[in-house]
């Protein structure tokens, strides 16, 4: 697929003698919904810090937007272009955010440094993100410890999305949040893809979250993908034994507890 | 009366910022010998603050009001060895295994040391008897644990090893405090199953926290939903799902994304989940509740029996009507 905005390719990582991810490829077209998901030590966040740069890949590529970001950034330049096509919202709303500076500010910052809009503009561009993400005035000039988890996280993804990038990777970013937040920030997400076009790398271990947020996924299980394709076929019909477990594993109605012996 | 628990009328107030503040608010709820019973909500819900009252685990400068009574002793008075007792018999398993083990001491002194200590159990013969527990809990290799670190086993073994704690002191009820939600899904599915084979073989009694409704109904005959401090609804679990008396338990169940089918749109409830001091007056759910009506501002619901179960909404037999 060349006409992807996201594409990894034999993507590898070794920490010492151990592998985390290893030959791990995928591509995501524009304004596609891409889920990884897996376990603690499958390698799904290791692959996410590979793309925003937090990690170095030990082989492999990493593309977004046609430019090759397997290397560091030479510059601060390039650092912030790579901003710009790149976003993520970790799964902690508590340690993302700066304690001493409003929402509005945060996301005030984000539009001064990687747009070119003037004081006025970006005040509006401030409300307009607000609006997008469900957050009144009140709340956008609140400082962070007066927010709740569900407005925290939405705050995180306003001051993502300021930074206009063709890429948001998700990384747990609604695991932490009451059922009730959670459907709320689902439908906030469903909403800004549809209105901006936005692409979502979305990292869960949560199948059902999943099945109505993304198109497509892959399942990783000790730094490998072991299965892929349609969200809904990989749900409906899982071919590899690790997915259909990860599927019987998951509490619904109806469900009962497995035999252990 | 053959309850094993007798909670009512619990009403608990902490000391928070400089003020008294109502977390637990005219809470009753009873458990049978060998009864499995889910407590389920959001936080702030006092579903912990529930289970810790059980136990007298509250924080320092806690009121308490209302009757807590265990195989009919009243609770908040016992002291010495008769709280020792009641702290044997009634057994708890927190969320974080590793925030209630104590990372120096080595498996093996915190499998015993209830025993040791409390029930003058020899050394050898705690150890034979952690040995046993932890094969029951599917932990193979037993002499070879004790002597490991907490450092040195998987979250899923962790907690299996403190449910094997919690077993040691051959407890008639366990208060399980969202005892998986801190691990994968496979290992909780594995860590449910050996709960609740254990459970029944010993015929104990079990209060299951969690935030999980469709967990809940898997492992308990019954499950009370929390809202605020208050008990919303308590009814057969296999009912909860399709069946609800409250709308706060059907917009939960309703909000949960499913894994058979994508919505077109989740179905949301505004706001966030309040806790009991921020609770309006009347019903605590008045202020987010699709089907709120003048009389749910003014008066606050008593949880009442209705069809089987028990429910604290005025409005109920009309919404049950309306669903079918």
Not at chain 2, 62 to 80: C, K, Q, W
Not at chain 2, 231 to 251: F, N
């Amino acid at each position: 697929m060349t006409d992807a905005i996201l594409e990894v390719e034999g993507l590898r990582k070794n920490f010492g003698e151990a592998t985390a991810v290893r030959d791990v490829s995928f591509s995501l077209p524009p304004a596609g919904a891409l889920a990884i998901v897996g376990e603690s030590g499958s390698g799904k966040t290791t692959v996410a810090r590979m793309i925003v740069g937090l990690e170095r890949p030990t082989a492999g590529r990493v593309t977004a937007c046609g430019r090759d970001r397997s290397q560091p950034a030479r510059s601060a330049r390039e650092r912030r272009d790579r901003g710009g096509q790149v976003q993520i919202v970790f799964q902690d709303p508590y340690s993302s955010l700066d304690p001493r500076q409003s929402p509005a500010a945060a996301v005030e910052e984000v539009l001064r440094l990687h747009t070119r809009l003037d004081r006025g503009r970006r005040r509006a561009r401030v409300a307009e993100l607000a609006d997008l993400v469900g957050l009144d005035e009140r709340q956008m000039a609140a400082l962070p410890s007066r927010l709740s988890g569900g407005q925290r996280q939405r705050v995180a993804i306003a001051r993502a999305l300021a930074a206009e990038p063709r890429i948001l990777i998700l990384d747990e970013s609604v695991a932490a949040l009451d059922v009730s937040i959670q459907a709320q920030v689902l439908n906030v997400l469903a909403d800004v893809r549809e209105r901006t076009g936005v692409a979502y790398l979305f990292i869960s271990h949560d199948l059902a979250v999943v099945r109505q947020v993304t198109d497509d996924v892959v399942v990783m299980r000790h730094g490998a993908i072991v299965e892929r394709g349609p969200t809904d076929r990989v749900l409906d019909a899982p071919e590899h034994p690790y997915t259909q477990l990860l599927r019987a594993s998951v509490p619904r109605p109806g469900w009962q507890v497995p035999k252990t012996r | 009366m053959n309850d094993l628990l007798r909670i009512s009328g619990l009403t608990v107030r902490l000391p928070l910022d400089g003020e008294m503040r109502t977390v637990l608010s005219d809470v009753s709820l009873s458990i049978a010998a060998g009864e499995a019973v889910g407590l389920v909500g959001e936080s702030g819900s006092g579903k912990s603050m529930t289970a810790r009252s059980i136990v007298r685990l509250l924080p320092p400068g806690a009121l308490v009001e209302g009757t807590i009574r265990y195989r009919g002793n009243d609770v908040p008075s016992l002291r010495g060895q008769r709280l020792r007792d009641l702290r044997s018999s009634v057994s708890m398993v927190f969320q974080d295994p590793r925030a209630h083990i104590n990372p120096v001491r080595t498996v093996g002194d915190f499998l015993t040391e209830a025993l040791r200590v409390n029930q003058r159990v020899a050394r050898r013969e705690a150890e034979g008897r952690a040995v046993r527990v932890l094969d029951e809990v599917g932990v193979a290799d037993g002499p070879r644990r004790l002597r490991q670190y907490p450092h040195e086993l998987s979250g899923g073994l962790l907690q299996r090893v403190m449910i094997a704690a919690a077993l040691l002191t051959e407890p008639h009820l366990l208060l399980a405090d969202e005892p998986t939600t801190a691990l994968d899904v496979t290992t909780q599915a594995e860590v449910m199953a050996i709960l609740d084979e254990l459970r029944r073989e010993r015929g104990l009694a079990m209060l299951f926290i969690t935030h999980d409704l469709e967990l809940a109904a898997a492992v308990c005959d019954r499950t009370a939903v929390m809202y605020a401090g208050r008990v919303m609804e308590i009814r057969a679990s296999a009912l909860l799902h399709d069946h609800a008396l409250h709308p706060y338990t059907a917009a939960l169940a309703a909000a949960r994304p499913s894994l058979e089918r994508r919505a077109e749109r989740l179905v949301t409830t505004p706001g966030r989940p309040l806790s009991a001091f921020e609770a309006p007056d009347g019903c605590p759910f008045s202020t987010r509740c699709p089907h709120v009506r003048q009389r749910c501002h003014d008066e606050r619901p008593d949880l009442r029996p209705l069809d089987g179960g028990q429910v604290a909404c005025v409005r109920a037999e009309e919404l049950a009507v309306s669903h079918d």
